[in-house]
T-cell receptor, first 115, second 114 residues
Framework: DTAVSQTPKYLVTQMGNDKSIKCEQNLGHDTMYWYKQDSKKFLKIMFSYNNKELIINETVPNRFSPKSPDKAHLNLHINSLELGDSAVYFC??????????????FGAGTRLSVL | GDSVTQMEGPVTLSEEAFLTINCTYTATGYPSLFWYVQYPGEGLQLLLKATKADDKGSNKGFEATYRKETTSFHLEKGSVQVSDSAVYFCALSPSSGGSYIPTFGRGTSLIVHP
C-alpha cells in the first residue's frame, strides 16, 4: 500500500501543451509538497500546502498551478510547457511538525520530458 | 537563511571500502538533521536522523553524528556494498520559523564497484 503515490510515472509531451500530475498520500499528513529535481539531481522545493492552504510558493513561473482538493491530494497543473520544464517532479508529504517529526515521505516521481 | 553543503560527487569506491560523505549546515537555533537516500528511478527515503547535539543516527550500517561545534553531520559506513550505489542527500528541518520547510543539500552520488 503505497504511502505517497503520484501519476503518471512518465510524461512525454510537446512544447506548448498543458499537463497535470496527480499526487495522493494515505499517511494522514497535513502538509504536502512539490519538488523539482533537475538532471544533476538538485532538488528544489516548488510549493507547500498545509491543510489545503498554500504556505510556500517559491520562485516558480505562474504556468505552474498547484491544486489541493483535500489534504490527501495535491495536484500540479502546468500550462504552456517549455523545454526547460523537463525534469523529475516529486510529490512529498509530512506531518508539518517541527524538527524530527518533519520527515518527508516522497512519491516515486514523475519524469517529464518536453519535446 | 538555512543552508546545507555537501561534498560534490560522484564518489566512486570499491566494494567493502570505507565511506564518508561530508555535510555541513548553517541554521539558527537547533535544527534536526537528516540523511535521505535516492536509489535509481525512485523517490527519496529517509536513511537516518538526529535531533540534538551529539546524537548519532544509524541505519543499515550507515551512521552520522550531529556535531554542533563544527555544524556537521557527516555520513559514514564501514564497508559499502554495490547495492549502496545511490544519491545521498543531507537535509535539515528548522526548529523555528513556523513553516518548518526542510532544506536539502545538492546530493552526492555514490558509485560502488564490485
Amino acid at each position: 500500500d503505497t504511502a505517497v503515490s503520484q501519476t503518471p510515472k512518465y510524461l512525454v509531451t510537446q512544447m506548448g501543451n498543458d499537463k497535470s500530475i496527480k499526487c495522493e498520500q494515505n499517511l494522514g499528513h497535513d502538509t504536502m509538497y512539490w519538488y523539482k529535481q533537475d538532471s544533476k539531481k538538485f532538488l528544489k522545493i516548488m510549493f507547500s500546502y498545509n491543510n489545503k492552504e498554500l504556505i510556500i510558493n517559491e520562485t516558480v513561473p505562474n504556468r505552474f498551478s498547484p491544486k489541493s482538493p483535500d489534504k490527501a491530494h495535491l495536484n500540479l497543473h502546468i500550462n504552456s510547457l517549455e523545454l526547460g520544464d523537463s525534469a523529475v517532479y516529486f510529490c512529498a508529504s509530512s506531518s508539518g511538525q517541527p524538527l524530527a517529526k518533519n520527515i518527508q515521505y516522497f512519491g516515486a516521481g514523475t519524469r517529464l520530458s518536453v519535446l | 537563511g538555512d543552508s546545507v553543503t555537501q561534498m560534490e560527487g560522484p564518489v566512486t569506491l570499491s566494494e567493502e571500502a570505507f565511506l564518508t560523505i561530508n555535510c555541513t549546515y548553517t541554521a539558527t537555533g537547533y535544527p534536526s538533521l537528516f540523511w535521505y537516500v535516492q536509489y535509481p528511478g525512485e523517490g527519496l527515503q529517509l536513511l537516518l536522523k538526529a535531533t540534538k547535539a551529539d546524537d548519532k543516527g544509524s541505519n543499515k550500517g550507515f551512521e552520522a553524528t550531529y556535531r554542533k561545534e563544527t555544524t556537521s553531520f557527516h555520513l559514514e559506513k564501514g564497508s559499502v556494498q554495490v547495492s549502496d550505489s545511490a544519491v545521498y542527500f543531507c537535509a535539515l528541518s528548522p526548529s523555528s520559523g513556523g513553516s518548518y520547510i526542510p532544506t536539502f543539500g545538492r546530493g552526492t552520488s555514490l558509485i560502488v564497484h564490485p
